[in-house]
């Protein structure tokens, strides 16, 4: 299962780890792992390469971190709720692949 937690501070996004696989197909056939993994690296590349947003960025098999700077959150919370948006239509498809969830820190 691939599970996706939002991070909320100060009442608003301020980062995601998303960790696992769908197990759906076998590694490269994967719809949902793609469609995750695709989404989440575009999500860390527009904050940080397009927005020029400070943050960490962890990325390995099955798993991706980011997590924004204080002075940076106001402006990157609409993209990171976008992820957060197109990950719970993805979880209403697939339910018993993929949980989305947010969490105050």
């Given amino acids: 299962m691939i599970r996706?937690?939002?991070?909320?501070?100060?009442?608003?996004?301020?980062?995601?780890r998303i960790q696992g696989?769908?197990?759906?197909?076998?590694?490269?056939?994967?719809?949902?792992?793609?469609?995750?993994?695709?989404?989440?690296?575009?999500?860390?590349?527009?904050?940080?390469?397009?927005?020029g947003a400070r943050a960490v960025v962890r990325q390995a098999d099955g798993y991706v971190y980011i997590w924004v700077v204080r002075e940076d959150r106001e402006r990157c919370r609409a993209v990171l709720a976008a992820l957060r948006d197109h990950l719970t239509g993805l979880e209403e498809a697939y339910p018993t692949h993929l949980q989305v969830e947010t969490t105050e820190v």
């Fill in 4 to 16: 996706a937690r939002f991070l909320e501070r100060d009442g608003g996004l301020c980062g995601f």
């Fill in 21 to 51: 696989h769908a197990d759906l197909a076998e590694a490269g056939r994967d719809i949902l792992c793609a469609a995750v993994s695709s989404a989440a690296i575009l999500t860390a590349n527009t904050l940080t390469e397009r927005f």
